[in-house]
């Protein structure tokens, strides 16, 4: 266990096979926190409707057909959020078995995207009329999630590199 947390920083040296393998797999852990918050998200929004129900209702205005568009679209939201988890979940478990490196930047550039559209919420949000405004502690948390999953994809992109010139070495 503490080989896997030393392996996590990614400015600790890795000096042997197996802690490559853990630097490796550091990468997996950050896609692992994804799928929690995932996961946190989709039930939270089902355990809580009546947010949703304010949502559609401030979006939609007096207008019926634009209510109905607006529910339509949160729950299918909500069902490719679902997807989107499982997704990630497989994309965890094989970068837990086998890392690869393209699965890092994969993710290394979908944090990235997320963290400009996260930082970038509270300007869209005054931007767009009767838009549901987003807490700055929701926002604030996002961002140091995403922090600490660049963090540990950067020191799994690490162990990925070295794991593979280790292997190389040793089939040479």
């Known amino acids: 266990m503490s080989n896997l947390i030393k392996a996590m920083n990614p400015g600790a040296p890795i000096t042997n096979e197996a802690e490559a393998t853990a630097a490796a797999r ?31 209702a401030q979006a939609s205005g007096d207008s019926p057909e634009a209510a109905a568009a607006a529910e339509i679209g949160a729950t299918a ?4 959020g679902g997807i ?3 997704i990630q979940l497989a994309f965890a478990v094989v970068q837990w078995r086998d890392p690869k490196k393209w699965i890092a930047i994969l993710f290394l550039v ?5 963290i400009l559209q ?13 838009a549901p405004v987003v807490p700055m ?3 604030a948390l996002s961002l140091v999630i995403m922090v ?25």
């Open 77 to 80: 939201g909500m069902w490719i």
């Open 110 to 114: 979908l944090i990235a995207l997320g």
């Open 148 to 172: 600490v999953q660049v963090v540990l994809h950067v020191a799994g992109l690490r162990g990925i590199n070295r794991l593979e010139a280790m292997q190389m070495d040793a089939a040479r």
């Open 84 to 86: 989107v988890v499982l």
């Open 26 to 56: 550091s990468s997996a852990i950050a896609i692992f926190i994804g799928v929690v918050v995932g996961i946190v998200s989709v039930v939270w929004t089902l355990m809580n409707p009546e947010i949703m129900q304010q949502a559609v």
């Open 137 to 139: 502690w929701q926002i």
């Open 118 to 130: 996260t930082a970038a919420a509270p300007l869209m949000a005054g931007m767009v009329p009767n």
